[in-house]
Protein backbone atom coordinates (compact mmCIF):
# COMPACT_ATOMS: atom_id res chain seq x y z
CA UNK A 1 0.00 0.00 0.00
CA UNK A 2 1.49 3.67 -0.63
CA UNK A 3 0.87 5.45 2.16
CA UNK A 4 -0.07 9.01 1.66
CA UNK A 5 -0.04 10.48 5.01
CA UNK A 6 2.01 8.39 6.94
CA UNK A 7 5.71 9.79 6.39
CA UNK A 8 8.53 7.34 7.96
CA UNK A 9 12.66 7.66 8.47
CA UNK A 10 14.37 4.59 9.76
CA UNK A 11 17.36 5.32 10.90
CA UNK A 12 19.22 2.02 12.37
CA UNK A 13 15.85 0.77 13.55
CA UNK A 14 14.72 3.53 15.04
CA UNK A 15 11.63 4.46 13.16
CA UNK A 16 9.84 7.94 13.03
CA UNK A 17 6.09 7.77 11.88
CA UNK A 18 4.79 11.50 11.63
CA UNK A 19 1.25 12.34 10.68
CA UNK A 20 1.66 14.93 7.92
CA UNK A 21 -1.86 16.46 7.46
CA UNK A 22 -0.57 19.97 9.07
CA UNK A 23 -3.31 21.77 7.36
CA UNK A 24 -5.99 19.70 9.00
CA UNK A 25 -3.97 19.72 12.56
CA UNK A 26 -3.11 15.54 11.46
CA UNK A 27 -6.75 15.31 12.02
CA UNK A 28 -6.92 11.75 11.80
CA UNK A 29 -9.51 11.08 8.44
CA UNK A 30 -10.43 7.48 7.52
CA UNK A 31 -6.89 6.99 4.96
CA UNK A 32 -4.71 8.12 7.82
CA UNK A 33 -6.43 5.44 10.30
CA UNK A 34 -6.10 2.84 7.43
CA UNK A 35 -2.12 3.71 7.18
CA UNK A 36 -1.68 3.19 10.76
CA UNK A 37 -3.31 -0.02 10.67
CA UNK A 38 -2.10 -1.15 7.56
CA UNK A 39 1.68 -0.19 9.40
CA UNK A 40 1.01 -1.47 13.04
CA UNK A 41 -1.24 -4.63 11.62
CA UNK A 42 0.81 -6.02 8.65
CA UNK A 43 3.70 -4.20 7.60
CA UNK A 44 5.36 -3.41 10.71
CA UNK A 45 5.27 -6.54 12.18
CA UNK A 46 6.60 -8.01 8.79
CA UNK A 47 9.64 -5.77 9.47
CA UNK A 48 9.40 -6.70 13.40
CA UNK A 49 13.36 -8.22 13.37
CA UNK A 50 14.57 -4.77 11.63
CA UNK A 51 12.70 -2.81 13.99
CA UNK A 52 14.07 -1.02 17.78
CA UNK A 53 11.65 0.99 18.38
CA UNK A 54 8.91 3.64 17.25
CA UNK A 55 8.59 7.53 17.23
CA UNK A 56 4.70 8.77 16.57
CA UNK A 57 4.61 12.43 16.18
CA UNK A 58 2.77 14.84 14.19
CA UNK A 59 3.82 17.36 11.30
CA UNK A 60 4.84 20.91 12.61
CA UNK A 61 4.71 22.66 15.65
CA UNK A 62 1.12 23.28 16.46
CA UNK A 63 -0.38 19.72 16.43
CA UNK A 64 0.29 16.20 17.36
CA UNK A 65 -3.00 15.04 16.35
CA UNK A 66 -6.56 17.09 16.78
CA UNK A 67 -8.77 14.17 16.63
CA UNK A 68 -10.81 12.55 14.48
CA UNK A 69 -11.64 14.45 11.16
CA UNK A 70 -14.75 16.12 12.09
CA UNK A 71 -15.52 16.63 8.59
CA UNK A 72 -15.81 13.17 7.89
CA UNK A 73 -18.54 12.76 10.45
CA UNK A 74 -21.53 15.01 8.84
CA UNK A 75 -24.29 12.06 7.96
CA UNK A 76 -22.88 9.47 9.86
CA UNK A 77 -25.47 7.22 12.02
CA UNK A 78 -25.69 5.14 14.66
CA UNK A 79 -24.44 1.93 12.52
CA UNK A 80 -21.79 3.84 11.19
CA UNK A 81 -20.23 5.52 14.77
CA UNK A 82 -20.36 2.01 16.08
CA UNK A 83 -18.22 0.42 12.88
CA UNK A 84 -16.04 3.66 12.96
CA UNK A 85 -15.09 3.39 16.57
CA UNK A 86 -14.90 -0.79 16.60
CA UNK A 87 -12.40 0.02 13.57
CA UNK A 88 -10.19 2.56 15.50
CA UNK A 89 -10.28 0.59 18.62
CA UNK A 90 -8.54 -2.41 16.73
CA UNK A 91 -6.48 -0.12 15.28
CA UNK A 92 -5.34 1.38 18.92
CA UNK A 93 -5.18 -1.52 19.89
CA UNK A 94 -2.84 -3.24 17.47
CA UNK A 95 -0.49 0.02 18.57
CA UNK A 96 -0.89 -0.90 22.20
CA UNK A 97 0.16 -4.13 21.94
CA UNK A 98 2.73 -3.76 18.98
CA UNK A 99 5.72 -5.94 20.49
CA UNK A 100 8.29 -2.69 20.29
CA UNK A 101 8.24 0.56 22.08
CA UNK A 102 5.49 2.79 20.56
CA UNK A 103 6.61 6.37 22.07
CA UNK A 104 3.95 9.18 21.32
CA UNK A 105 6.30 12.35 20.92
CA UNK A 106 3.16 15.65 21.13
CA UNK A 107 4.28 17.88 19.67
CA UNK A 108 1.18 20.06 20.40
CA UNK A 109 -2.47 19.47 20.64
CA UNK A 110 -3.67 15.93 21.27
CA UNK A 111 -7.30 16.35 21.56
CA UNK A 112 -10.07 13.94 20.85
CA UNK A 113 -8.41 11.34 18.29
CA UNK A 114 -5.25 12.69 19.04
CA UNK A 115 -5.22 12.28 22.91
CA UNK A 116 -6.68 8.69 22.52
CA UNK A 117 -3.53 8.26 19.88
CA UNK A 118 -1.02 9.28 22.42
CA UNK A 119 -2.80 7.18 25.69
CA UNK A 120 -2.07 3.89 23.04
CA UNK A 121 0.99 4.39 22.63
CA UNK A 122 3.40 2.67 25.73
CA UNK A 123 5.04 6.48 26.65
CA UNK A 124 4.16 9.64 25.84
CA UNK A 125 6.59 12.33 25.84
CA UNK A 126 5.78 15.55 25.00
CA UNK A 127 6.36 19.19 24.47
CA UNK A 128 5.94 22.54 26.22
CA UNK A 129 3.40 23.92 24.26
CA UNK A 130 0.74 20.61 24.52
CA UNK A 131 -2.03 20.74 25.04
CA UNK A 132 -4.28 17.67 25.77
CA UNK A 133 -8.08 16.83 26.23
CA UNK A 134 -10.97 14.82 25.00
CA UNK A 135 -13.80 18.13 23.19
CA UNK A 136 -15.90 15.20 22.03
CA UNK A 137 -18.77 16.49 24.22
CA UNK A 138 -18.82 19.93 22.51
CA UNK A 139 -19.86 17.99 19.95
CA UNK A 140 -22.20 16.41 20.99
CA UNK A 141 -20.72 12.77 21.14
CA UNK A 142 -18.15 11.06 23.50
CA UNK A 143 -14.80 9.63 22.74
CA UNK A 144 -14.65 6.66 20.23
CA UNK A 145 -11.03 5.88 19.95
CA UNK A 146 -11.00 4.04 23.80
CA UNK A 147 -10.46 8.05 25.38
CA UNK A 148 -13.15 6.47 28.29
CA UNK A 149 -11.05 3.61 29.54
CA UNK A 150 -7.53 4.69 28.81
CA UNK A 151 -7.74 8.09 30.52
CA UNK A 152 -8.67 6.48 33.29
CA UNK A 153 -5.88 4.34 33.38
CA UNK A 154 -3.45 7.36 32.99
CA UNK A 155 -5.40 9.88 35.47
CA UNK A 156 -8.03 8.01 37.55
CA UNK A 157 -11.48 8.53 37.90
CA UNK A 158 -12.31 11.27 39.05
CA UNK A 159 -10.18 13.82 36.95
CA UNK A 160 -10.95 11.72 34.00
CA UNK A 161 -14.53 12.22 34.91
CA UNK A 162 -14.01 15.76 35.02
CA UNK A 163 -12.19 15.96 31.82
CA UNK A 164 -14.58 13.68 29.65
CA UNK A 165 -17.53 15.64 31.08
CA UNK A 166 -15.88 19.31 30.65
CA UNK A 167 -13.92 18.90 27.63
CA UNK A 168 -11.29 21.17 29.34
CA UNK A 169 -7.91 20.96 27.99
CA UNK A 170 -4.98 20.81 29.89
CA UNK A 171 -1.44 22.19 29.35
CA UNK A 172 1.97 19.57 29.34
CA UNK A 173 2.69 20.47 33.11
CA UNK A 174 -0.66 19.52 34.49
CA UNK A 175 -0.69 16.15 31.99
CA UNK A 176 2.70 15.67 33.37
CA UNK A 177 1.16 15.95 37.17
CA UNK A 178 -1.46 13.86 36.86
CA UNK A 179 1.00 11.18 35.15
CA UNK A 180 -0.49 11.35 31.26
CA UNK A 181 2.74 11.98 30.14
CA UNK A 182 6.25 10.66 31.15
CA UNK A 183 8.03 13.47 30.58
CA UNK A 184 7.95 17.15 29.08
CA UNK A 185 10.92 19.24 26.83
CA UNK A 186 10.99 21.89 24.63
CA UNK A 187 9.87 21.30 21.12
CA UNK A 188 13.28 21.15 19.62
CA UNK A 189 13.97 18.60 22.16
CA UNK A 190 11.58 16.69 21.81
CA UNK A 191 12.51 13.69 19.02
CA UNK A 192 15.67 13.56 20.70
CA UNK A 193 14.10 12.68 24.35
CA UNK A 194 11.74 10.30 22.79
CA UNK A 195 14.83 8.38 20.63
CA UNK A 196 17.24 8.80 23.98
CA UNK A 197 14.75 6.31 25.90
CA UNK A 198 14.42 4.25 22.65
CA UNK A 199 17.87 3.49 22.37
CA UNK A 200 18.13 2.58 26.44
CA UNK A 201 15.56 -0.48 25.50
CA UNK A 202 17.44 -1.18 22.55
CA UNK A 203 19.88 -2.31 24.53
CA UNK A 204 17.83 -4.59 26.53
CA UNK A 205 16.97 -8.40 25.46
CA UNK A 206 14.11 -7.19 22.69
CA UNK A 207 12.25 -10.52 23.28
CA UNK A 208 11.61 -9.32 26.82
CA UNK A 209 10.73 -6.02 26.59
CA UNK A 210 7.91 -7.57 23.85
CA UNK A 211 6.41 -9.16 26.73
CA UNK A 212 6.58 -6.42 29.10
CA UNK A 213 4.66 -4.93 27.11
CA UNK A 214 2.12 -7.99 27.02
CA UNK A 215 2.29 -8.39 30.44
CA UNK A 216 1.37 -5.08 31.04
CA UNK A 217 -1.40 -4.70 28.88
CA UNK A 218 -2.64 -8.12 30.41
CA UNK A 219 -3.57 -5.52 33.51
CA UNK A 220 -6.13 -3.73 31.56
CA UNK A 221 -7.22 -6.86 29.80
CA UNK A 222 -10.88 -8.36 31.45
CA UNK A 223 -10.14 -11.38 29.13
CA UNK A 224 -6.82 -12.09 31.04
CA UNK A 225 -5.44 -12.65 34.56
CA UNK A 226 -2.19 -10.46 34.45
CA UNK A 227 -0.56 -12.32 36.93
CA UNK A 228 -1.36 -15.43 34.67
CA UNK A 229 0.38 -13.76 31.61
CA UNK A 230 3.21 -13.07 33.83
CA UNK A 231 3.59 -16.26 34.79
CA UNK A 232 3.66 -17.22 30.86
CA UNK A 233 5.65 -14.45 30.20
CA UNK A 234 8.58 -14.83 32.44
CA UNK A 235 8.65 -18.75 31.70
CA UNK A 236 8.75 -17.59 28.06
CA UNK A 237 11.80 -15.47 28.73
CA UNK A 238 13.89 -17.86 30.55
CA UNK A 239 13.43 -20.50 27.65
CA UNK A 240 15.61 -17.66 25.55
CA UNK A 241 19.18 -17.33 24.24
CA UNK A 242 19.62 -13.93 25.37
CA UNK A 243 18.43 -15.08 29.16
CA UNK A 244 21.74 -17.32 28.55
CA UNK A 245 23.07 -14.49 27.99
CA UNK A 246 22.19 -11.74 30.20
CA UNK A 247 22.87 -13.56 33.08
CA UNK A 248 26.36 -14.99 32.31
CA UNK A 249 26.82 -11.28 31.27
CA UNK A 250 25.91 -10.41 34.50
CA UNK A 251 28.21 -13.30 36.18
CA UNK A 252 31.04 -12.12 33.91
CA UNK A 253 30.77 -8.64 34.79
CA UNK A 254 30.53 -7.79 31.40
CA UNK A 255 27.85 -5.93 28.99
CA UNK A 256 24.66 -8.27 27.29
CA UNK A 257 24.90 -8.62 23.68
CA UNK A 258 21.17 -9.64 23.37
CA UNK A 259 20.18 -11.64 19.84
CA UNK A 260 16.51 -12.07 19.82
CA UNK A 261 16.58 -14.98 20.21
N1 LIG B 1 -11.04 17.56 12.12
C1 LIG B 1 -10.96 18.18 10.94
N2 LIG B 1 -10.33 19.34 10.75
C2 LIG B 1 -9.74 19.91 11.84
C3 LIG B 1 -9.77 19.31 13.10
C4 LIG B 1 -10.45 18.06 13.22
N3 LIG B 1 -10.51 17.41 14.38
N4 LIG B 1 -9.13 20.12 13.96
C5 LIG B 1 -8.70 21.18 13.26
N5 LIG B 1 -9.06 21.06 11.97
C6 LIG B 1 -8.78 21.96 10.88
C7 LIG B 1 -9.69 23.19 10.94
O1 LIG B 1 -10.95 22.92 10.39
C8 LIG B 1 -8.87 24.18 10.15
O2 LIG B 1 -9.03 23.89 8.77
P1 LIG B 1 -9.55 25.05 7.73
O3 LIG B 1 -8.42 26.04 7.77
O4 LIG B 1 -9.66 24.31 6.44
O5 LIG B 1 -10.80 25.57 8.29
C9 LIG B 1 -7.43 23.83 10.50
O6 LIG B 1 -7.47 22.50 10.99
C10 LIG B 1 -6.83 24.70 11.57
O7 LIG B 1 -7.70 24.67 12.71
P2 LIG B 1 -8.27 25.98 13.43
O8 LIG B 1 -8.38 27.11 12.43
O9 LIG B 1 -9.48 25.59 14.18
O10 LIG B 1 -7.05 26.30 14.40
P3 LIG B 1 -7.13 27.05 15.81
O11 LIG B 1 -5.70 27.33 16.19
O12 LIG B 1 -8.05 28.20 15.76
O13 LIG B 1 -7.75 25.98 16.83
C11 LIG B 1 -8.02 23.77 17.79
C12 LIG B 1 -7.04 24.78 17.10
C13 LIG B 1 -8.36 24.30 19.17
C14 LIG B 1 -7.25 22.46 17.91
C15 LIG B 1 -9.28 23.62 16.93
O14 LIG B 1 -8.90 23.34 15.61
C16 LIG B 1 -10.20 22.54 17.39
O15 LIG B 1 -10.91 22.70 18.38
N6 LIG B 1 -10.22 21.38 16.66
C17 LIG B 1 -11.14 20.31 16.92
C18 LIG B 1 -10.72 19.50 18.14
C19 LIG B 1 -11.72 18.42 18.43
O16 LIG B 1 -12.88 18.65 18.69
N7 LIG B 1 -11.26 17.15 18.40
C20 LIG B 1 -12.10 16.03 18.65
C21 LIG B 1 -12.66 15.46 17.37
S1 LIG B 1 -13.88 14.21 17.64
C22 LIG B 1 -13.01 12.80 18.00
O17 LIG B 1 -11.79 12.77 17.98
C23 LIG B 1 -13.86 11.60 18.29
C24 LIG B 1 -13.11 10.39 18.70
O18 LIG B 1 -12.86 10.14 19.85
C25 LIG B 1 -12.74 9.42 17.71
Request: charged share 25%; with cysteine; aromatic share 6%.
Given at each position: ?E?Q???F?????????T?????????????????LEQY??????????????II??????????????????????????M??A??G????F????????V?????G?????????A?????R????N??????????????????????I???????A????????????D?????G??????????L??????I??K????????I??????????????Q???????RSF?A?????D?V?GA?AF???????F??K
Open positions: MYNLQSNDNGFVTIISREKALNALNKQTMLEFSKDGLEKIDSIKGLTGAGTKAFVAGADIKEFLGMDTEGGAMQRHDIFAIERFPRPIAAVNFALGGGCELMACHMICSEARFGQPEVNLGIIPGYGGTQRLQYIGKGKMELLMTADMIKAEAHRLLVNHVVAQEELAKARALEIASKGPLAAKIIASVNAYFDHQDGFNSEVGTTGTSFETVEKRKANTG
